[in-house]
């Protein structure tokens, strides 16, 4: 059976050859276990285990001792929400956050909500974007935390999150961001962006699936958290369990060959990508753009398609790999909450894609693709009571 061109980009991406060469000493001449301190095994493990600590934070601004390695970013994102709200809970119980975040996000707010925190859920405008003075206005003497992520991972809207940030310290509230999505595609700087907390996965970047890390800033002042997994103290107390040592080194090497690579994939990527929106449009009446056009990940385009149904699309285009939204959340039949968010009607968010492309798509890639998406909406067009044109 042929495979379809993977435009799936945003879900997770191939492990880089590069990435697996790094990788595969870990599994046999370097197997110990990083925290075995008492013999060469050991340290050996823990040796690769620290350099890959101290790669990844050069870069991103940080200092090895901030860097915590997890399972991924939905471990990095709890992580750092609870473990940060339940330090502060008795003075500073309010956390501030935005409608479009990843369910990772989401989800951890509201457990909080449920142990009787108070959660804010910010809106965001119709390109998805959040206006900073919203968080301004959210932010009360009792707020503790707010999480604003980079990226979205369904529209690639990018967020003011510097500005979020610096308004966020005048007040002394603590802000994490999910950089899931941005790292790797755009310039992640913890120091640029004045984050105290951030969050990563391997698996988005050309890494491996099963390791993230979370920045937590320990200067001025130190940031203290409350563990969610407890057994054994690894990780400075705040994450127990045995470093998954080719992980961490597959993701240091990803991370670095993203950044090198950066520069000319954004350019590359933001063509292919305006080169499928404009294919797919100029053939097209009622096509909308989800996303802020002058803000947005340069491989992510999200189109709606009026008087479709989505699900019908999604299986007819068989020439592409796509999602109708998140990875997470794709089984699920509701229409997207990023979608309805930015005021898309629940018609119009069901008859969304969501591409992303990545090191894999070519130039021929998009001409198939969007002669694929052309046709198949012409069809259901054709048949559809949905459509009045």
């Known amino acids: 059976m042929k495979l379809p061109i993977y435009m799936d980009y945003n879900a997770t991406t191939p492990v880089d050859p590069r990435v697996l060469d790094a990788m595969l000493p870990c599994f046999s001449d370097h197997f110990g276990n990083a925290a075995s301190r008492t013999h060469p095994y050991g340290w050996a493990a823990a040796k690769l285990a620290e350099s890959a600590r101290a790669r990844i934070a050069v870069a991103i601004g940080a200092h090895p001792e901030e860097i915590v390695f997890t399972s991924g970013a939905t471990e990095a994102n709890n992580l750092a929400i609870k473990g940060f709200a339940h330090t502060v809970r008795d003075h500073r119980g309010h956390v501030v956050t935005c409608a479009t975040e990843h369910k990772a996000v989401l989800d951890p707010c509201a457990a909080l909500d449920r142990e009787g925190f108070a959660v804010t859920i910010l809106p ?3 390109d998805g ?10 932010l009360t003497p009792r707020t503790g935390l707010a999480s604003i992520m980079l990226a979205n991972n369904e529209t690639g809207t990018l967020h003011q999150v510097a500005t979020i940030a610096a308004l966020c310290r005048e007040r002394g509230v603590v802000l994490h961001c999910d950089a899931t999505q941005a790292a790797g595609k755009v310039p992640v700087d913890v120091n640029a962006l004045g984050v105290d907390l951030l969050s990563l996965s391997a698996h988005k970047l050309y890494g491996p699936k099963g390791v993230g890390a979370l920045y937590v800033r320990r200067r001025t002042p130190r940031l203290h958290l409350v563990p969610i997994l407890d057994g054994g103290g690894h990780e400075q107390g705040m994450r127990s369990g045995t470093l998954n040592v080719p992980g961490i080194v597959g993701f240091a090497r990803a991370l670095e060959i993203a950044i090198e690579m950066m520069p000319a994939e954004r350019a590359r990527l933001g063509a292919l990508r305006d080169r499928l929106q404009d294919a797919i449009r100029s053939c097209l009446e009622a096509v909308t753009v989800n996303g802020d056009a002058a803000h947005r990940l340069p491989n992510t385009l999200n189109l709606s398609f009026a008087g479709v149904d989505g699900a019908a699309l999604l299986v007819g285009v068989r020439e592409a790999a796509v999602a109708s939204g998140s990875a ?9 909450h990023v979608l309805l968010a930015m005021g898309r009607s629940k018609a ?18 998009i ?3 969007a002669d694929a998406v052309v046709r198949e909406v012409t069809r259901l067009r054709r048949n559809s009571p949905l459509w009045r044109r």
């Open 124 to 126: 965001v405008d119709s």
């Open 129 to 138: 974007r959040l206006d900073p003075q919203r968080v301004a206005e959210a």
């Open 328 to 336: 997470c959340t794709s089984a699920d039949p509701k229409p997207s």
């Open 348 to 365: 119009l968010a069901n008859a969304s894609l969501r591409f992303s492309l990545g090191r894999g798509n070519t130039p021929e890639d």
């Open 367 to 369: 001409e198939t693709v």
